[in-house]
């Protein structure tokens, strides 16, 4: 009779996710994943024929964790790009270890950072209509300028280096936003 599998592909790749969430996906190792899932390197290498193909995965997994916090962010300004700047400097504050992978690592697979930002929800390009049918000229490059702004402050907060509040950041990122249109 053929042994069970107990140690599903589910388990691994959550096991994994939670690894790099906590650690950083450069540490997630097959002999570090076994021994989270509690189990020998065999299953890992059963389910996945690398662990680029597992760090693939973890990846992906970590764009649509990306997309669904940013989905779940409470839009409160009216001001373009603002709501998307908040929800991206915070989740460099709450999740430094999947901000880094996602936005900090040249290994996007495959992925742009407007398609990460984008997501599935079409979100950039609706900010883009957004700050289109409030009257600005160059809706586009505006977002470049924003965007600079954004990933700075972004990149302070993963590394402790960011003192405001959430409120003075909104209060910034739209008088930012005003400049921009001049």
């Not at 899932?37 to 024929?49: H, M, N």
């Amino acid at each position: 009779m053929a042994r069970k599998i107990s140690i599903t592909k589910e388990m691994l790749i959550k096991s994994a996710f939670e690894m790099a969430r906590e650690e950083g996906l450069t540490q997630v190792t097959a002999r570090k994943l076994a021994s989270k899932a509690g189990c020998s390197t065999q299953p890992i290498f059963r389910v996945y024929s690398s662990m680029d193909e597992l760090y693939d995965e973890v990846y992906q997994m970590s764009v649509t964790y990306f997309s669904d916090f940013y989905g779940k962010y409470p839009g409160e300004s009216s001001v373009p790009f603002a709501n998307l700047g908040m929800a991206y400097i915070e989740f460099a504050g709450k999740e430094p270890q999947l901000f880094r992978l996602l936005f900090m690592e040249e290994k996007r697979c495959g992925a742009s950072l407007f398609g990460i930002l984008n997501g599935k929800t079409n979100a950039l390009h609706s900010e883009i209509a957004k700050a289109k049918a409030q009257g600005a000229k160059d809706p586009s490059g505006i977002f470049m300028k924003m965007w600079i702004f954004i990933h700075g402050a972004a990149c302070m907060m993963m590394t402790g280096d960011y003192d405001l509040s959430m409120k003075e950041t909104a209060g910034l990122l739209e008088e930012a936003y005003a400049s921009f249109l001049k």
